[in-house]
């Protein structure tokens, strides 16, 4: 099957984070199984979902982990101008469906290539590395990489394949989405002074909080290999009250800290923290019940350092030519596995320009580039 075959079916299960991806493991499964490529699941602790690693090769130290999750983002309320989940080909030398970019397409450049591979007499392997839920939080990877790392020979490089227009990147921000809930005292807005409003409590902490960033940069903890150059706060969800003339009792909201490899995200939340016990203390002048608790949504995300990667990249370069390497403000799985001391970098087919947006699509030339590059790495490690 071709990269386009493959991706058609892997566009076909609807495997938003919200809901099981367990159809697509079994078709990979399956897929896997027809070429004698063993794989093992690593699964949810509901069962409801699953990662799945293999292995192309012998089972010896080195070789290649390709990484790339299953998940997709919603399409809920996006207007598409054809079915999210059925690929589409307008003729534009582009293939429209949720996931053809983020991204399922480089999974899809990974599975075309395994026929090649498993008649190559690989001397290292070449690992597939399919998580779930990276994009609620890069929730699933972490279990698959404690697998990787306990029950098989360590690895030499991982390429991690979010859309970079396959340009290998090797640096990139960290992520933690925090939630807020105010606690103030309910009154009667015409008596002001005898409640204390979580909303305009939460206001002055949520306009703190875009002042950190400006702190960050008048400091210089600055990066200018982001196109975002400090560590970013920001709020994208808020909610209170219960009506126009009741002084709120609550308010809550969500936000998040992106922060650069350079920075600690202990120091960042330390400062809004900081910020929220000045705050709190001035409530409980007049309530003391009044509170102010923040809590982690997800696991930081660790940030990806240009660090321990030259090898690594000197492999893209050698298998795409020439290219210079970057970095990117979010967040990928490249962080955990460098976490656990592998030298990883990003580099996959499609833009994450396209990546979350009502008729994503990718580029049928990225597909082929990708396809490239597969089909180079597996003759780099046989001659190697």
């Known amino acids: 099957m071709t990269a386009s075959q493959l991706l058609e079916t892997l566009v076909g299960f609807a495997t938003v984070s919200r809901d099981s991806n367990l159809e697509l493991i079994r078709w990979v499964e399956a897929y896997l199984d027809d070429h004698g490529v063993p794989h093992q699941r690593i699964?949810?602790?509901d069962g409801r979902k699953a990662n799945l690693l293999a292995r192309i090769g012998p089972e010896v130290a080195g070789g290649v982990v390709l990484s790339g999750h299953t998940d997709v983002v919603p399409v809920d309320g996006q207007p598409w101008s054809s079915d999210p989940f059925t690929l589409t080909d307008k003729g534009d030398g582009r293939l429209y469906g949720r996931g053809t970019c983020d991204m399922k397409g480089f999974i899809a450049c990974?599975?075309?290539q395994v026929p090649e591979w498993v008649q190559q007499d690989l001397p290292v392997?070449?690992?597939?590395a399919l998580s779930y839920d990276e994009e609620v939080g890069c929730i699933g990877a972490p279990r698959m990489i404690e697998t990787l790392m306990a029950e098989h020979p360590r690895p030499a490089a991982v390429i991690v394949g979010e859309p970079t227009l396959m340009q290998p990147v090797v640096a990139h921000k960290g992520a933690t989405n925090l939630r807020t809930t105010v606690t103030g005292r309910a009154s009667h807005s015409s008596q002001v002074d005898q409640g204390v409003s979580a909303i305009h409590v939460a206001a002055r902490l949520v306009t703190y909080i875009e002042e950190v960033m400006a702190e960050l940069k008048a400091e210089g903890?600055?990066?200018?290999a982001f196109n975002v150059v400090h560590s970013s706060l920001h709020v994208g969800k808020i909610a209170g009250g219960t009506a126009i003339n009741i002084m709120a009792r609550e308010?809550?909201?969500e936000w998040e800290i992106r922060h650069?490899?350079?920075d600690r995200f202990d120091e960042l939340l330390?400062?809004?923290e900081a910020r929220a016990a000045e705050l709190e203390a001035e409530m409980r002048q007049r309530t003391p019940q009044a509170a102010i608790v923040t809590e982690a949504l997800n696991e930081t995300v660790p940030a990806l350092a240009d660090d321990n990667n030259a090898e690594v990249l000197e492999l893209c370069q050698a298998l795409l030519?020439?290219?210079?390497?970057g970095a990117v403000a979010y967040a990928t799985e490249a962080g955990q596995f460098q976490r656990r001391g592998l030298p990883t970098l990003i580099c996959g087919p499609g833009s994450i320009a396209q990546a979350h947006q009502p008729d994503e699509y990718i580029e049928v030339a990225e597909l082929e580039t990708a396809s490239r590059f597969m089909a180079a790495l597996g003759q780099h490690l046989t001659t190697a």
């Open 43 to 45: 699964e949810s602790d």
């Open 110 to 112: 990974a599975l075309a």
């Open 125 to 128: 392997p070449i690992y597939l």
């Open 221 to 224: 903890r600055v990066d200018e």
């Open 251 to 253: 308010c809550v909201f």
């Open 260 to 262: 650069l490899p350079s």
């Open 270 to 272: 330390g400062r809004v």
């Open 321 to 325: 030519g020439e290219r210079p390497a």
